[in-house]
Nanobody
Framework: QLQLVETGGGWVQPGGSLRLSCAAS????????IGWFRQAPGKEREEVSC????????YYVDSVKGRFTISRDNTKNTVYLQMNRLRPEDTAVYYC????????????????????WGKGTLVTVSS
């Protein structure tokens, strides 16, 4: 069974850090670009960060640049999202998804297909 599972969410105070993990089972992440998305209550889903499979190039939405870092460990079949200096507006359910490519678009990026998705992990930033 092909699965993506996100872990690492939780509650943190503003200025704190969390590291999210996106682990794959049933298939190898080696051949995929992986994107992190988030959806806050009452808002549309937005792209957060993406890492390509071919050259490891990374992409970020402007609002997280300099605070979030995406990385991948193909030996563990896992992609990470290190989130530092968290803000209340980062509160959302975070999802990871696979595609063949990350495509830069304006000040952000997108995935044309985003075919496999995890169920998400909740991040709450509040005092």
């Amino acid at each position: 069974q092909l699965q993506l599972v996100e872990t690492g969410g939780g509650w943190v105070q503003p200025g704190g850090s969390l590291r999210l993990s996106c682990a794959a089972s049933g298939f190898s992440l080696d051949y995929y670009a992986i994107g992190w998305f988030r959806q806050a209550p009452g808002k549309e889903r937005e792209e957060v960060s993406c890492i390509s499979n071919s050259d490891g190039r990374t992409y970020y939405v402007d609002s997280v640049k300099g605070r979030f870092t995406i990385s991948r460990d193909n030996t563990k079949n896992t992609v990470y999202l290190q989130m530092n200096r968290l803000r209340p507006e980062d509160t959302a359910v975070y999802y990871c998804a696979t595609d063949n490519v990350c495509i830069p678009y304006g000040s952000s990026w997108y995935m044309p297909l985003a075919d496999y998705w995890g169920k998400g992990t909740l991040v709450t930033v509040s005092s």
